[in-house]
């Protein structure tokens, strides 16, 4: 499901906004996530620090009535998505939160439904595929040195 403009500009708006209330100054916020909870009835994307404070909100008109088994399918990749534009876009670089922090995708109960987007100072994990198959080739490569 494709978001149209206007909802990306929300959404895009919504992240800005969060980002905003940690502001650039001597001392950096320490947090761990920004949270995102899909109200799947209305379609709000609510953005949380890790004291549950709010700190944005947006509505998207095409994920009003999602159905709860699309928003790993549908939902999460266009949220990755767009904060993965964002950082191209810099608009990470200058904000007053001590890095690594995550964005995530979390239910009602506030359990991490999906990891969207990690930002951190030298390495940007863009994705939970980046690992895969690691243990299979980190023991190929001991069998090697051991032979």
Known sequence: MELNSDSVLELKSAIKQAMDNFTHDEDFEVITD???HLDEDSGIVTLYDDEDVELARATVEEWVDVDSSEIVGVVAP????LLHRMSDEKAFDNVGISKPFSFVLEDEEKETIEELYLVDDDTVIV???L????DKELDDFLDDLLK
Do not use: P, V
């Open 34 to 36: 920004i949270h995102m």
């Open 78 to 81: 266009a949220l990755h998505s």
């Open 127 to 129: 994705s939970s595929d």
């Open 131 to 134: 690992l895969k198959g690691l």
